[in-house]
Every structure is written in C-alpha cells, then in structure tokens.
C-alpha cells in the first residue's frame, strides 16, 4: 500500500499546484522529507479522503489551500484546454452557480480534458459521497456553453471551493490548514512560515523561491477583463485583503 499523504495541496485548476507539489516532494532535500505529497481541486474533504487515502485517524496530515486571482486561474483553464473554442464566446450567456450539493458530489468538478469541460464524469466511486448528481440537461448545457458560463458567472462555484476550504474545514477537523497565495512563493519569509506550518521534518524551503515561475497568464490583457472581473473580482479583492501566508488551524 502506498503511504499516506502528508500534504495535500487544495485548490481550484491552474494555480500551481503541480509545481509546489514537485518542490516538496522531488526538490526538496531529503527528497521526501515530507512523506507522500498529493494534490486535489475536490469540494468534499470527506470524499477526498477516500480517494486518496487520507484517513481521519492520521491528524498529522496537513492541507496546504493554494490560490491565486480567480480571473488569471479561470483565463488560464481556458486557453490551455479550449482556445478554438473561446472565439464562440458569448457575452450574454450567463448560468448560476451550480448547487453546492452537486460540485460536493465529484472528485475535480473543475476538470477538462481536451476541449471538453469533463468535470460531470468524476463523480465519486462510493456512493455515500454523492449528494446530488448533475441531471443530463444541465450537463449537456454547460458543455455546450461551458466558456461563455465560465467567463460570465461562477457557474463552477470558485467562491464556494474557497470558502469550504478555508472557513469551514479548519474548524471542523482534527487536520491542520494553512492558506498560502502562490505569487509570494518567492518571498524568503513566506517560505519559513509555511516551514514552521508543515512541521519540524521540514527543511528550508528557500530553493522555491530560486525555482519560481511566475505566472504566464494576466486577465487585465484580456479582452474578457470586464467580464471577468464581474463575475470573480469580489471574490479577487477579499483574496487580495489576506495576508501572503495564514495558519487557519
């Protein structure tokens, strides 16, 4: 059996989670030093355990919220998996969020795959963790608009993701939390306190900020910025109001 995680890595797609996760399971040194790091873009901590062996029973295990400025992270999921498709968008084309107990019902209800918006077909294995099952009309609908929702509104729940994540698991398990925005990655002093978080088997974690890669993608270059900023800016402004790096638990 594999070990289990240590740290899973939680956010929503295309902030950088692939990258934390190789500077601290492959860079650091000792390699490993933090046991089996893992990442997930799951609403369900509950689910989340099931699938990636994170039991209850293992308080050390420690989640690390990664985010980043909801605008950039949605710009970025789009043009790398649908940039054909984003010459088909439509300005007026607006969806409500998804009910919260059907995002709770799958493993990445975020992801795509190709051109496709693939995030219908996670749905967890074990059913005690499926609440509420999207109906095939509203799956098809958003697939067939699913860039055009995703500009115009949070159809996905982005806000609802941060929220569960960093106000409501922190105080309802016995793990511990902490949040961290991905552009201070290279900030010498961000990098010691999420040290101290991941525990006293931590090296220093200073070679990540030598390694940083900035982010690519800026929405304010975008001709979707206004649409954008509608649809995720408040939620980007009570981001921008936290510190760089924040123990929640």
């Known amino acids: 059996m594999n070990p289990k995680p240590?740290?899973?890595?939680v956010c929503y797609p295309?902030?950088?989670s692939q990258f934390l996760k190789e500077m601290l399971s492959q860079r650091i040194r000792p390699a490993n030093a933090?046991?089996?790091v893992t990442t997930s873009h799951a609403f369900n901590i509950d689910g989340l355990k099931s699938t990636c062996e994170v039991v209850g029973t293992a308080p050390d295990v420690k989640f690390v919220y990664l985010y980043a400025n909801p605008m950039n992270a949605v710009l970025a999921l789009l043009t790398t998996f649908m940039p054909i498709r984003l010459r088909a968008y439509q300005p007026n084309l607006v969806r409500p969020t998804v009910e919260f107990p059907v995002a709770f019902s799958?493993?990445?209800?975020?992801?795509?795959?190709?051109?496709a918006w693939t995030g219908a077909t996670t749905l967890f294995e074990n059913e005690r963790y499926v609440n509420q099952v999207l109906s095939s009309t509203d799956r098809e609908d958003i697939e067939k608009h699913f860039v055009?929702?995703?500009?115009?509104?949070?159809?996905?729940?982005y806000k609802n993701h941060f929220d569960i994540w960093t106000k409501t698991y922190p105080h309802k398990t016995s793990h511990s939390f902490c949040m961290i925005k991905y552009e201070e990655l290279e900030d010498l002093n961000v990098l010691d306190q999420l040290r101290a978080f991941l525990g006293p088997s931590c090296p220093s974690l200073h070679y990540i900020s030598e390694e940083f890669i900035p982010r690519r993608t800026n929405y304010v270059g975008s001709a979707h910025a206004p649409a954008?900023?509608?649809a995720y800016g408040e939620l980007?402004?009570?981001?921008n109001s936290l510190p760089a790096f924040q123990v929640l638990s």
Do not use: H, R, W
Request: net charge positive; glycine share 16%.
């Open 106 to 115: 799958y493993q990445n209800f975020f992801a795509c795959g190709g051109p």
């Open 236 to 239: 980007a402004a009570e981001m």
């Open 34 to 36: 933090l046991g089996k």
């Open 14 to 16: 295309k902030v950088g």
């Open 6 to 9: 240590s740290v899973v890595i």
């Open 148 to 157: 055009s929702y995703m500009i115009n509104g949070d159809v996905l729940g």
């Open 228 to 230: 954008l900023t509608k």
